[in-house]
């Protein structure tokens, strides 16, 4: 591996966990590295890049335009922003003051979540006001109706597996009742592996991530109707403006797409489905570990009394190592992690089973209890910057 790790003083990764951006989301593809090579010894027009980013936005993912923000984060609160203000300048320049303009953005309770941030907060920084319909766990679309107003500016879908999966309220009805309306639906679509149904299923901008989906570097992908992505690049001149994306991450959109489009989805599926066997085989070997598919993922169940480790205790050890093995450790309360093999190399996988098996074997790791997850991230950011 290379030895920019050690000019670094940093550990080694081993992603099972996904592609979360406090490991470094995905591994950014060959393509993606040469174009920006490429690319960023010149300057260029920034408002021509973009336009060609539009172009294979729309072609590849069957948008009527899109273009590339900073993030997906700052891609909601640019979408939103861009619902406030259209394509009128001095409405761009007075946010986050709304005075006179519709403010509000409904979503369901359910769809409230964090993946290091809480998503309403999104909203807000835009200086619009989140409307919560229903319950946590239950939501239907008379509601929606009925928390539609004069001052409805836009509706937030969000599609992650942190949201309620039941009970809620589908995205065709959904944006069905706002059309009705006439206000448009925003979809956070930051981890989904294709986005192209959400845009098909009426999404007026669905919001993807470059760096996780495509493999690129960080940055927003915007895909949506025409209007609405004109009146998004007006927020570079406004709230837009601290998010704006460099050169880099526009190339690297475009070339992650590209390459994105090229992939063969079969012969992927065939190669994780193959990766699922193996670990799957070498995992349901070891006493207290009951492993079963679950979509491109293993969802291993850890029996602490078999096991003789918990399954914060695997996790953990699995952690503390380097390199440092991510599982997905969220429901590590309830005796679940998640290994994630969508992205990973067949090497991968087996360092990861090796780690497992080293562990379960020698007792390395104890019956840790899972710590409160809001309460383990501030003791995190309170060690922080660790060599001090």
């Known amino acids: 591996m290379s030895a920019i790790f050690e000019q670094l003083n940093i550990r080694r990764v081993v992603n ?4 979360e951006t406090p490991y470094g989301a995905a591994p950014v593809r060959s393509e993606v590295i040469r174009a920006i090579s ?23 993912l069957g948008s009527e335009a899109g273009c590339v923000t900073g993030c997906s984060a700052a891609g909601i609160t640019v979408a939103v922003a861009a619902c406030m203000t259209g394509r009128d300048l001095g409405k761009v320049e007075q946010l986050p003051d709304t005075t006179g303009m519709k403010c509000e953005v409904v979503m369901q309770r359910g769809h409230e979540m964090t993946y290091g941030q ?21 939501c239907g679309a008379y509601q929606l109706r009925h928390a539609i107003t004069e001052n409805t500016v836009a509706a ?6 942190l949201t309620v999966q039941q009970r809620l309220i589908d995205l065709p009805t959904f944006c069905a009742v706002c059309h009705e309306h006439g206000v448009p639906v925003l979809v956070d679509a930051a981890s989904v592996q294709d986005p192209r149904p959400l845009i098909a299923a009426g999404a007026d901008i669905v919001i993807c991530s470059a760096q ?15 209007d609405l992505i004109q009146a998004c690049m ?11 994306v460099g050169k880099e991450g526009v190339v690297g959109a475009i070339a992650a797409l590209e390459a994105w489009s090229r992939d063969d989805p079969a012969a992927h599926r065939s190669a994780v489905t193959a990766r699922l066997n193996r670990v799957m085989d070498r995992l349901k070997a070891i006493p207290g570990l009951s492993p079963s598919v679950q979509k491109d993922q293993v969802l291993l169940r850890v029996n602490e009394s078999e096991a003789g480790v918990s399954a914060y ?10 390199p440092a093995v991510i599982v997905w450790s969220q429901f590590a309360s309830e005796g679940q992690l998640l290994i994630t093999l969508r992205k990973l190399s067949d090497d991968a996988a087996d360092y990861v089973c090796d780690r497992i098996e080293e562990i379960c074997a020698t007792g390395e790791a104890t019956k840790l209890a899972a710590p409160n997850i809001g309460d383990a991230i501030v003791a995190r950011l309170a060690e922080w910057p660790y060599f001090v």
């Open 313 to 322: 205790g695997l996790a953990r050890s699995l952690f503390d190592h380097d």
């Open 16 to 19: 099972a966990s996904g592609t």
């Open 212 to 226: 996780k989906t495509f493999s690129s570097i960080t940055g927003g992908i915007l895909a949506g109707r025409l």
């Open 156 to 161: 937030l879908y969000v599609v992650s597996p």
């Open 38 to 60: 490429d690319l960023v010894p010149y300057s260029v027009i920034m408002a021509e890049l973009q336009a060609t980013a539009s172009q294979v936005i729309s072609r590849i």
């Open 234 to 244: 007006y927020q570079e001149h406004g709230i837009g403006r601290p998010m704006k």
């Open 118 to 138: 809480n998503v309403s907060q999104n909203v807000r920084i835009a200086g619009a006001k989140v409307v919560e319909i229903g319950a946590a766990t239950q």
